[in-house]
C-alpha cells in the first residue's frame, strides 16, 4: 500500500503512472529492507528516521546525500513503505514542514 496526498493507496501501476509524470518517490524503509527485499526502480531511500532532517537540508546537501535534486514544497511526492504505516507518518512529517 502507497500512500499519496490525493489518494491515501496507491496501487503499484498508479505509481508506475505517476512516476512518468516525474512525482518523486521516496521509499522510507530502512536500508537493510531495500538490501533484503529490493528497491523500486527509481525511487530515493531515506528511512523513515531520517526524512524530517533530509527534508530541511539545504538543497547541495540533499543532492550530495541522496543523488537526487531536492523537492521543493509544491513538488509531487510520493512516499512507499512495507506495509503503509511509515509511509502515511512521512505524509504526515512531509504536510506538516509545509510539502
Known sequence: SLCA???PNL???E???LKK???LHIDVRERWEIDRFGKIPESINIPLGELM???QMDPTEFKEQYNQKMPSKS???VFSCLAGTR???ALSFAASLGF
Open 21 to 23: 509524470a516525474n512525482v
Open 53 to 55: 532532517a533530509a527534508l
Open 11 to 13: 496501487s503499484y501501476q
Open 75 to 77: 513538488d509531487p511526492v
Open 15 to 17: 505509481l508506475k503512472d
Open 5 to 7: 496526498a490525493g489518494a
Open 87 to 89: 509511509s502515511k507518518q
